[in-house]
C-alpha cells in the first residue's frame, strides 16, 4: 500500500536498432532517465504463479528514482493517466471497506482504518487532492497535486513506492504505450555502464603519456571521419574535446549526443561520456592483442566502472580453469601485487565475451 508516513542535431541521425515491437522495449529493465515506460504500485502486487502481477500499469515518463539503488521511480503522467491513478486508488478503498466491514468494522473506526490504508484521491479542478488527514491531521493532512506547465502530473512519486513494471505482469496498462521506434535508442557501451544513442561517434586512436598517468590524446571520429580530438592534458584534469571539424560536428552536436547518453542509467555530462568513449577504445584493443590463452584484468569502482589499471595476463593455459577456488585464488594473490588507485574496489577479468569479477580471497577460502 502507498506509504503515507515516508515522504535539434547539425549532422544526420539515421534510426538505430531498438528492441522488437512485441513489447521488450517497454521492459522494465530498459527504462531510463527521460524514458516513456510503465509504472505500477509496489503495494498494488499481487501473487501469481510465483511471480508478482499488477492489476492496472500506469504509461508514464521516468522523471528520477528514489531509495536505495534506485529502487523507486518518480514519474509524470498526462491527464487521462492521472484520472486512471485516481480511479485505482479509490477502487483499492472499495475492495479495502468491504474488507473491513467483513472482519465487523463499522462507521469511524472503518473510515479511520480505510483512510490509514488508502488515502482518499480525487480531482478539483485540475488539481489533485490527497486527504491524509487521517495520518497527519488536519492542520498537515491536505495537499494539492498541480499539474505542469504541460499539462503532467507527478502523482506522490517522492512518497509513494512506484515502481518500473513489464507490461507483460499488468492485467491492463492505462495510457498509450510508446512503440518501439518510438522510444530512444539505448545502446550498452561493452566495458562501461555508458549507454550511447548510436556508435557512429567512436574514438580510433590512443596515445597516452608515458611519464603521467591519465594524460592522454584520442582521435574522436563520426562514421570513420575525424571530428575532433580528445584530450586531457596535465594541470588541467578535465577530459575536453577540440573539435577539427565544426561544421561536420559542431559543440551543439557534441552536447545532443551527450543528452541522449545515460551512464549508470542517469543522464551524464560530456567528460563523462568522453572518457568512457577512450577507455572503450583503450579496452578493445587490448583485448585484440591478447594471445589466445590470456586473459585481461582491470579494477572498477565500486559501482563497477573501470578506474585505470590494466593488467595482461599471457600464463595461462586455459581459461576454463577458472571453474576451479584455486585457479581464482591464485589470480587475486597475483593481482594484489599492483599498485591501484583510490577508487579501486576490486578487479574483474575478460573471459572470451564478458567481464567477470575476481572473488575476495575470504570468498574463496
Not at 542535431?9 to 527504462?31: C, F, W
Not at 472499495?94 to 463499522?106: I, N, S, V, Y
Not at 587490448?286 to 600464463?315: H, K
Amino acid at each position: 500500500m502507498p506509504d503515507q508516513n515516508n515522504p535539434a542535431p547539425g549532422y544526420d541521425s539515421p534510426p538505430e536498432p531498438h528492441a522488437d515491437a512485441a513489447g521488450d522495449h517497454l521492459a522494465a529493465a530498459h527504462i531510463m532517465i527521460g524514458d516513456v515506460g510503465v509504472f505500477a504500485g509496489e503495494w498494488s502486487a499481487y501473487e501469481h504463479h510465483g511471480r508478482n502481477r499488477h492489476r492496472t500499469g500506469f504509461v508514464g515518463r521516468l522523471d528520477a528514482q528514489r531509495g536505495r539503488n534506485g529502487r523507486y521511480a518518480v514519474f509524470s503522467c498526462d491527464r487521462d493517466v492521472a484520472e486512471e491513478i485516481v480511479a485505482e486508488q479509490e477502487r483499492l478503498r472499495d475492495e479495502t471497506r468491504q474488507r473491513l466491514r467483513a472482519a465487523c468494522l463499522r462507521g469511524p473506526d472503518l473510515d479511520a482504518e480505510l483512510d490509514l490504508a488508502y488515502a482518499p484521491l480525487r480531482f478539483d479542478g485540475d488539481d489533485i487532492v490527497l486527504d491524509e488527514r487521517g495520518v497527519h491531521g488536519d492542520a498537515e493532512g491536505l495537499s494539492r497535486i498541480c499539474p505542469d506547465a504541460v499539462g503532467r502530473y507527478v502523482i506522490c512519486g517522492w512518497r509513494w513506492e512506484w515502481q518500473a513494471v513489464d507490461p507483460a505482469d499488468c492485467d491492463r496498462v492505462a495510457g498509450t504505450p510508446p512503440a518501439a521506434s518510438e522510444q530512444p535508442a539505448r545502446i550498452p557501451l561493452v566495458h562501461s555502464r555508458l549507454h550511447v544513442p548510436h556508435h557512429r561517434l567512436a574514438v580510433t586512436s590512443l596515445t597516452e603519456s608515458t611519464t603521467h598517468d591519465g594524460v592522454f590524446t584520442a582521435t574522436l571520429c563520426l562514421d570513420g571521419a575525424l571530428v575532433g580530438v580528445i584530450d586531457n592534458y596535465l594541470g588541467e584534469g578535465q577530459t575536453r574535446l577540440r573539435h577539427h571539424d565544426p561544421a561536420r560536428f559542431s559543440a551543439r552536436d557534441l552536447r545532443d549526443f551527450v543528452a541522449g547518453c545515460r551512464f549508470q542509467r542517469q543522464p551524464t555530462d560530456t567528460e563523462t561520456v568522453l572518457d568512457r568513449l577512450v577507455a572503450e577504445y583503450e579496452l578493445d584493443t587490448q583485448i585484440a592483442t591478447l594471445p589466445a590463452n590470456g586473459i585481461l584484468a582491470r579494477t572498477v569502482d565500486a559501482d563497477g566502472d573501470f578506474c585505470g589499471t590494466i593488467v595482461a595476463l599471457e600464463s595461462l593455459t586455459s581459461l576454463d580453469q577458472f571453474d576451479q577456488p584455486a585457479k581464482w585464488a591464485g589470480l587475486a594473490v597475483y593481482l594484489m601485487t599492483f599498485d591501484t588507485s583510490s577508487c579501486c574496489a576490486g578487479w574483474q577479468v575478460w573471459l572470451g565475451d564478458t567481464w567477470h569479477p575476481v572473488p575476495a580471497l575470504i570468498a574463496i577460502t
